[in-house]
């Protein structure tokens, strides 16, 4: 069983930068794929950026493409989501999820361990 917990979201003006971070217990952190999802009010669930357990490949979707880099600290247990350039369209609940597999990792279903949250609210 992995527990996640994110923390370091916030209010952010446009343009501005943010970091959120990810922190795993129980499991072994390292054979899991990570990855970050977003919930705006009133839609589903999407998919932001994934890393590989090693870190070696990383995936994201085109619309934070240059603007947001996901990376791990395996020894720390943890994954990050730096987010810069920010737009207000960028605002919701961001969430981490770990999977056991590679395959599919823009889909939820793919994944076996979500966070709870951290909210990221980016002003005109």
């Known amino acids: 069983q992995v527990q996640l917990v994110e923390s370091g979201g916030g209010l952010v003006q446009a343009g501005g930068s943010l970091r959120v971070s990810c922190a795993a217990s129980?499991?072994?952190?390292?054979?899991?794929?990570m990855g970050w999802f977003r919930q705006a009010p009133g839609k589903e669930r999407e998919f932001v950026s994934a890393?590989?357990?090693?870190?070696?490949?990383?995936w994201y979707q085109d619309s934070v493409k240059g603007r947001f880099t996901i990376s791990r600290d395996n020894a720390k247990k943890t994954v990050y989501l730096q987010m810069n350039s920010l737009k207000p369209e960028d605002t919701a609940v961001y969430y981490c999820a770990a999977s056991k597999i590679l395959t599919r990792l823009v889909s939820t279903s793919t994944y076996d361990y979500w966070g709870q949250g951290t909210q990221v609210t980016v002003s005109s």
């Open positions: 890393i590989h357990w090693s870190g070696v490949s990383t």
């Open positions: 129980g499991g072994t952190f390292s054979r899991y794929a």
